[in-house]
């Protein structure tokens, strides 16, 4: 699915990645090479134009090797996926052909006040994934007027809007200390007294009105629950696959047998791995179904939508069973940071919390 170049790369600098807190310039090299950037894009705006089961493959088979390089193609191809809903003058002046790359925040943490020509925007956003490779960054805010009055629907509500910014029109903060997914690059960023055109706005509460790739009538709320999933479950993949690697077959310390030889513990082992295996390949079955059902309606039934992303839901749970059992039955050695059983352990730690794969969301 991803190169044997993008491979060998991803593995050699894994320690550098973390190291500088953001991926090494040979790898955003390749990736923008290979257009991973435009996963979810149709080939009207450049993009590969895979299937939606061909792309999930593709970011959990990159999570097994890094989740942090499948982290920040996930979130700024997932961000990328927003020129679809850009007006002609913002797609020219993104200009589709280049190597762009969008980070930025869901939050609606801004203030856009009415100008003549377009809007003044002040705010601060949290998390935005990928700010060290980002050349544009997206964010959201609330409406006001010239007289700096909130503007309201017709039923009484706060109006926003999403909003594009170059990035020399953004302060980046360098926020981003956490237990993993060190090299993702979640940083913060503010915006102070920004004047931007009004056609550096766009809206994703409705369907992109001139692209009809399929991938662009995709309910994005479903789509953003499947995105983050997918790294969960790669995350999980990775680490079952480093853990039957180096903890499996290993005696540990004041022990007389193997891993694999002891009873409790192999036992849970194939326990948690069967159950694994049985819902990820059931969660795989219904996406295809739920993509076939979309190519050929242009839509998929609510219950559909709700189907998938309650499956999705139930394999993070299983996915998160499947680590915190085996690590454990680790022993000692994966304390140490260094440790690459360590370092898939915080990763996977920290992608849990984000609130797409909560476990109030799990059915």
Known sequence: ??????????????????????????????????????????????????????IIDCLEEIAILDANVAWVINLIAGANMFAGYFNPSLLEKINMQSNFAFAGSGAISGKAFKTKKGYKVEGYWKYASGAAHANYFTANCWLYDEDAEIILDSSGKPLFTSFIFDRKEVQVLDTWEALGLRASSSHDFKIENVEVPKYQTFDLTKASTWSNAAIMSFPFATLAVINMSAMIIGIAKGFLKEWENTILHKIPLNASEKIENQAYSFQAYTKVKEQFQQEHDKTKKILEEVWIEQKKNGSVRDENLKLIENQYQKCNGICYDLVTTLYPLAGMNVVFQKNRLNKIFRDFMTATQHYLVHPQNRK
């Open 1 to 54: 699915m991803i190169s044997q170049k993008l491979k060998d790369k991803i593995l050699e600098y894994e320690g550098w990645n973390e190291e500088n807190k953001k991926l090494h310039p040979e790898i955003i090299e390749i990736i923008e090479e290979e257009k991973l950037f435009k996963l979810f894009l149709p080939s009207s705006l450049q993009g590969l134009n895979w299937p939606l089961h061909k």
